[in-house]
């Protein structure tokens, strides 16, 4: 089965950085998505790491260590507008296709 | 219209009501789901469908039966519901259910369903 942890709320201070983790035990693994949800809207893709090491976009890093089961959403420079859902999943092969599995999300209130 | 359309954005029924959310996609995807999203907890698959082909049916109560005529639309008819199913159904598209690249996920706005 699939298992992933991720914080229930953070709060971060606008200007700062925030660092969300995601931990998971899975069987088989082939990447793992970060996700944003604003209250009342859609998920919408942030970030997909498979390979171990830092991706980076823009204000927005991902973090994966296979080895580890560990993964980390990191910001910088938050912003008001940066207060949402963010959704940690991992895909995995199962029952013949490539299955994503959510986390339940960290809520992230950016405070002035 | 671009990405992904779902409508009713909100519906309100009675236990014994029957009714039907609509999904349609513009992304060319060939794969399609279903999500139920309740407070607190995680968004838990219901549905996957690959080029209208249901691959996957996570256990989910039969008075929840979803339609797949193409590859564009998908549709999650609704009867006889309890007061339990009240969340936010999201729809959503992906290129394909086999590719192992990135292959993320584009989610519709939602339904909000209230069961009474």
């Known amino acids: 089965g699939q298992n992933i942890d991720q914080p229930t709320e953070m709060t971060a201070t606008e200007g700062a950085i925030v660092q969300i983790n995601c931990t998971y035990q899975?069987?088989?693994?082939?990447?793992l998505f970060w996700y944003q949800q604003h209250a009342g809207e859609a998920p919408t893709f942030l970030s997909y790491n498979v390979l171990d090491g830092l991706e980076e976009k823009g204000r927005f890093s991902s973090f994966l260590s296979r080895s580890k089961g560990y993964s980390y959403l990191l910001l910088k420079e938050l912003q008001m507008k940066d207060s949402a859902s963010y959704l940690c999943?991992?895909?995995?092969?199962?029952?013949?296709?490539?299955?994503?599995?959510f986390g339940t999300g960290t809520k992230l209130q950016v405070i002035p | 219209e671009t990405g992904v359309t779902q409508t009713p954005r909100h519906l309100v029924m009675g236990m014994t009501n029957k009714k039907s959310l609509k999904c349609e996609q513009h992304?060319?995807?060939?794969?399609m789901y279903w999500y139920k999203q309740s407070a607190k907890k995680p968004l838990e698959l219901m549905f996957v469908y690959s080029l209208e082909e249901r691959v996957e049916n996570n256990s989910v109560p039969s008075r929840f039966s979803p339609e797949c005529p193409n590859s564009s639309h998908l549709f999650l008819h609704l009867h006889t519901l309890q007061p339990e199913d009240s969340a936010l159904y999201l729809c959503?598209?992906?290129?394909?259910?086999?590719?192992?690249?990135?292959?993320?996920?584009?989610f519709g706005p939602g339904t909000r369903l209230t069961v009474l």
């Open positions: 999943a991992v895909r995995a092969p199962s029952g013949g296709y490539q299955k994503v599995t």
């Open positions: 899975t069987s088989g693994f082939n990447g």
């Open positions: 959503a598209s992906s290129q394909d259910l086999y590719r192992g690249a990135d292959n993320e996920q584009f």
């Open positions: 992304l060319g995807h060939n794969a």
